[in-house]
């Protein structure tokens, strides 16, 4: 490998802004080689000569100096295994634990996120955008979905889904259902928004004693009696009792004032009472919550849950224009015009937005932290080390010119000093 070249790289290809980057500070290195060998023979000739010849010359000091510093970066210049080069792939995790103490102690404190979350007003922002997502600058929200994107796929989708799951299940079990499914019925029967559901349970039961005839009328021949069954009185009894229930369920749906119509409201009024203020009630139905939590099936449909959401969040980041398509897109303009206009809603949901950031920040800055160290320490170093040099590169190949530029001057101030004294 020569002194201009970099090591082949399989797996990902520079950027072109790079490339080009990086030949203009190798060919402005180059050029000052051949000015400099062309000074040196013609220095004889004119004293100005001199004065090329030594900008030249601090030029390639410059611009060597550079380069090595620069190419210390990533790699060992030519190959060698020089002190305190290749730095990224050599110090690749403790750079990954200096990040995430940084983003420790400069993100995830409590009182930090409380004092910047305080001035931001993100329902004003998340209502513009949602109601006129062609505003703005379209470069940057390219750029925010292609950065969302990368670090949704970076992450460690295992311990990232799973730190999902946990914070749902710790919040469903926080979470004191009883009062609120007592609170929510006794609503509903307020605005009569039960009635639907009586009538379909009503429905329900019509359906269900149609398909099921033939037990009725088999445990009838079976209890009855040798007499009844051999006058026929059984099947005429089945009847009877079929035709009975289906004409009560027939009376129960016309009839709004039916009095087992009174008796089911009357009931369902009893549940929502006891879901609020009978302790045996709000036990049996903890208990039967943290059955259900604890269920691998739903486990199972939490995991599925969050893959789904995963999934949709990086269509929408990759392409933001097909995700608001169709329902959902009318349905996400309209919440933003809403927030525009409707200033208590905005001022409730920036209130959760803090709590919620605090709140987390309070509960999993530390696994947060872990996660992004974690993760940078299970990549790998010539994965990191180019896509640290693909996003920063370029900008580092104009210390390369600026050094080859500054030595060359800095150079000629010295000839020139040295002339005159």
């Known amino acids: 490998m020569n002194l201009f070249t970099r090591p082949a790289r399989p797996d990902q290809a520079p950027p072109p802004a790079l490339i080009r980057m990086r030949a203009i500070a190798t060919g402005l290195l180059v050029a000052m080689a051949a000015v400099y060998l062309i000074a040196r023979a013609l220095d004889g000739i004119h004293p100005g000569f001199g004065f090329v010849r030594a900008f030249a010359e601090a030029a390639m000091v410059g611009g060597l100096a550079d380069w090595f510093a620069v190419t210390a970066l990533f790699r060992h210049p030519l190959g060698l295994p020089i002190p305190h080069t290749a730095i990224i792939p050599r110090n690749k995790d403790r750079i990954g634990d200096n990040l995430a103490a940084f983003l420790r102690d400069n993100f995830l404190v409590p009182g930090v996120v409380a004092r910047r979350m305080r001035r931001l007003d993100l329902a004003s922002s998340a209502g513009r955008w949602l109601a006129s997502p062609s505003a703005g600058d379209g470069r940057l929200r390219r750029g925010a979905g292609r950065l969302a994107a990368d670090v949704l796929e970076a992450f460690d989708q295992n311990r990232l889904g799973g730190m999902v799951k ?209 993760t940078i320490r299970g990549w790998d170093a010539q994965t990191i080390t180019l896509r640290v040099e693909n996003a920063v590169g370029r900008d580092l190949q104009f210390i390369r010119i600026n050094g080859t530029i500054v030595g060359g001057l800095v150079g000629l101030a010295i000839h020139t000093v040295d002339i005159v004294l």
């Open 166 to 374: 946990q914070t749902i299940g710790q919040r469903l079990r926080a979470l004191d259902i009883a009062p609120l499914l007592g609170q929510a019925l006794d609503a509903a029967m307020l605005k009569d928004r039960h009635l639907p559901l009586l009538n379909g349970i009503i429905r329900w039961a019509g359906q269900t004693l149609s398909a099921n005839e033939h037990i009725i009328r088999a445990m009838v021949h079976e209890r009855a009696g040798s007499i009844m069954r051999w006058t026929g009185l059984d099947e005429t009894l089945a009847n009877k009792i079929i035709d009975g229930l289906d004409q009560m369920l027939v009376d129960m749906a016309d009839d709004p004032g039916h009095p087992l119509r009174a008796k089911a409201e009357e009931g369902l009024a009893k549940l929502a009472f006891d879901l609020q203020f009978d302790d045996a009630m709000r036990l049996r139905v903890e208990a039967l919550k943290l059955e259900i939590i604890d269920n691998p099936a739903m486990q199972t449909w939490l995991d599925g849950l969050w893959e789904s959401a995963r999934q949709a969040m990086l269509r929408i980041a990759r392409d933001p224009a097909a995700g608001r398509q169709g329902k959902l897109g009318e349905a996400l303009q309209q919440l933003g015009t809403t927030l525009q206009q409707d200033a208590r809603l905005r001022a409730t949901i920036n209130r959760f937005v803090r709590r919620a950031a605090v709140g987390t920040a309070a509960d999993y800055g530390d696994a947060i932290v872990r996660l992004v160290s974690e």
